[in-house]
């Protein structure tokens, strides 16, 4: 089962640089904890994966300061722009 944009994918909110919700490996049969009981993503009913790959918290940290979440609440800061105008008198 290979899903080669989960590494690259938005952030999920219970995702931190130590675990990840749902398996961020492009093939997850590389992985060696892979069906692992209570470490695995993919037989936790909770989808948290424990074992992470090797360069994740780098990703971590590079998709957070991107701002890259999968959350749709999270609001982008208005530009200049897209500010409301004052009327003027």
């Not at 074992?51 to 982008?76: M, N």
Request: hydrophobic share 25%.
């Amino acid at each position: 089962m290979k899903n080669a944009d989960a590494f690259h994918a938005p952030l999920h909110p219970l995702d931190s640089e130590t675990q990840t919700h749902g398996c961020r490996y492009s093939n997850p049969d590389f992985c060696a904890k892979n069906r692992l009981p209570k470490v695995c993503a993919l037989v936790r009913a909770d989808k948290i994966c424990y074992a992470p790959p090797y360069f994740w918290p780098k990703q971590f940290k590079k998709l957070q300061t991107d701002g890259k979440f999968q959350d749709k609440t999270t609001k982008k800061p208005q530009s200049s722009e897209t500010k409301r105008q004052s009327p003027q008198l």
